[in-house]
T-cell receptor
């Protein structure tokens, strides 16, 4: 069963607009969530994280929102830039570390058009 | 500080062969995790090692195995290769075993099984 889901395989956004990437999870034991960014032929790189005790975390153009009751998190990129075009993975971690240190979603490919 | 190093970057094998992939973690990191990435499936957890001991294992057949050496370097082995094993294999390291830790990824080994 997929404990972390990214239901949109792809997203296309115009440069300068907002990009919103969504992620849902099923395990209420998850207490730490991360977003990774991946370019082709490279490994994923850490982007931003949020603990379950918070509902928002910002880092420059990137903001992650967590809605625990809905088991949903989202990544907002404002403004979007062509260099943001990549695959974005959300990941979750829980105390019991079941299924690995981090459990990843399927990824969403973001394309930012000039 | 050098990042996570994976070798080789590319491999081409035929069905039935076996393959060994290598991973050198970031200096000082003692935990190594392996993931398989295929299109549409995201990152699937293979196994995690800490201090030469396997701590956690994903839902992969016994053909997939791994080990970790005293210097924290890790190898994974896939025996009797199948076409479906074609994927990007990613290694990630972290300092310890805490659940809420970022993983640092290598660039991966792209395995093609013909």
């Amino acid at each position: 069963d997929q404990q972390v889901k990214q239901n949109s395989p792809s997203l296309s956004v115009q440069e300068g607009r907002i990009s919103i990437l969504n992620c849902d999870y099923t395990n209420s034991m998850f207490d730490y969530f991360l977003w990774y960014k991946k370019y082709p032929a490279e490994g994923p790189t850490f982007l931003i994280s949020i603990s379950s005790i918070k509902d928002k975390n910002e880092d420059g153009r990137f903001t992650v929102f967590l809605n625990k009751s809905a088991k949903h998190l989202s990544l907002h990129i404002v403004p979007s830039q062509p260099g943001d075009s990549a695959v974005y993975f959300c990941a979750a971690s829980g105390f019991h570390n079941q299924g690995g240190k981090l459990i990843f979603g399927q990824g969403t490919e973001l394309s930012v058009k000039p | 500080k050098a990042g996570v190093t994976q070798t080789p970057r590319y491999l081409i094998k035929t069905r039935g062969q076996q393959v060994t992939l290598s991973c050198s973690p970031i200096s000082g990191h003692r935990s190594v995790s392996w993931y398989q990435q295929t299109p549409g499936q995201g990152l699937q957890f293979l196994f995690e090692y800490f201090s030469e001991t396997q701590r956690n294992k994903g839902n992969f057949p016994g053909r997939f195995s791994g080990r970790q050496f005293s210097n924290s370097r890790s190898e994974m082995n896939v025996s009797t290769l199948e076409l479906g094993d074609s994927a990007l294999y990613l290694c990630a390291s972290s300092f310890g075993t805490q659940a809420n830790e970022k993983l640092f990824f290598g660039s991966g080994t792209q395995l093609s099984v013909l």
